[in-house]
Structure formats: C-alpha cells, structure tokens
C-alpha cells in the first residue's frame, strides 16, 4: 500500500502540467453533461472519417500520430494554466486528480497482474496454455479478417470511451447482472432436465 502510494505521487508529479485536461477528460469520460456521449462518439467518428478519407499508410499514420502527441505533451503544460486558470485549483479539483491518479495506478498493476498470472499459467500447465491461447487468437484472427481494422479499431475505441460513463452510470453493472441471472436461469433449467 505505501509503495501505490509512492507510486501515485509520482504519477501526481508527471501530470501536474496536464491536471486541468485530465479533469475535463475525466468529466467527460464520466458523462457529467448529457451531450458529452454524443460529442465523443461524433468526435471519434469525425476522427476515423478523416482517417478512412485520407487512407494514410501506416508508417504516416504513425508518424502524424506521435507528431501530435509530440505536440500536446510540448503545448499543454504551458497553454493549460492560461485556458483553464490554475490559479482556480481547488481542494475538490486536487482531490478528484487524485482520485484519477490513483484509479490509473491500481490498473496498471492489474495489468501487471494479469501478465505475470499469465506467465505463471504458462510455466504450471503449457499443454493448457498452448491450447486456450491458439484457441483465442484464431478466434481473433477470424474476427479480424471478417472485420474490415479500420471499423474495428472505431469499435474498439468506441467502447473503450464510452466504458468509464457507462460504469459510472450502472448500465454495465445493470446489464451485466441481468446476463447473469439468465445464464443462472439457464443452469437451473438444465439441472432439472438432468434430473
């Protein structure tokens, strides 16, 4: 526990320049206006329309996208302050940033730790892990090649913005408990045929 904290303060410490951004994103994110889900979702179609018009390829592709995160991490620490007013940094505003901090902390270790669970399923059963991991990544490669990758990746970056307001606003959790009782009701149904 103390070494995450040490941990968020150092994330704290590296986007201090970015902390009126991250708490705007976060805003937006979390869906505290009912426009911001259509604003994203017309926001990142704008962006893929473009993408798709322009059919750059993948090396300009990559390149005009680390020009403009070039760019922000150079323009952002500096136009911040004078676009959102620092000087209005509240106890509230430091508090939310270290809530965010924190929540991204706490995930990258999950992240971590499901890698090493991964590794540790790989050294304790490699027959099992051989098998699921052919098994998910054909059943991806099938995906990907019905799916034409620029639609894909919309999709997935779609549903990676939307997830945080989603979440926030208990349709995950919601939906998700509603798959369960029936995936229950189904078990249960299947027990009394069995018996």
Known sequence: MLHEAA??????????????????????????????????IAVVSFVFLMIYYLDPSVLSGVSCFVMLLCLADYLVP??????????????????????????????????????????????????????????SLAVIAWIGQQVHNLFLTYLIVTCFLMFPGLNKHGIISKYAGMAKREVNKLLKHKEKKNE
């Open 7 to 40: 941990e968020t303060a150092g994330l704290e410490e590296q986007l201090q320049g970015w902390g009126e951004v991250i708490l705007m994103t976060d805003k937006i994110l979390r869906w505290e206006k009912t426009w911001f889900p259509p604003a994203v």
């Open 78 to 135: 500096a136009l911040a302050p004078r676009i959102f007013g620092s000087s209005k940094w509240t106890t509230e505003q430091q508090q939310r940033f270290h809530e965010i901090c924190s929540n991204l902390v706490k995930t990258r270790r999950r992240i971590v730790g499901w890698w090493k669970r991964l590794f540790t399923f790989k050294e304790e059963k490699p027959k099992m892990y051989f098998m699921t991991m052919l098994c």
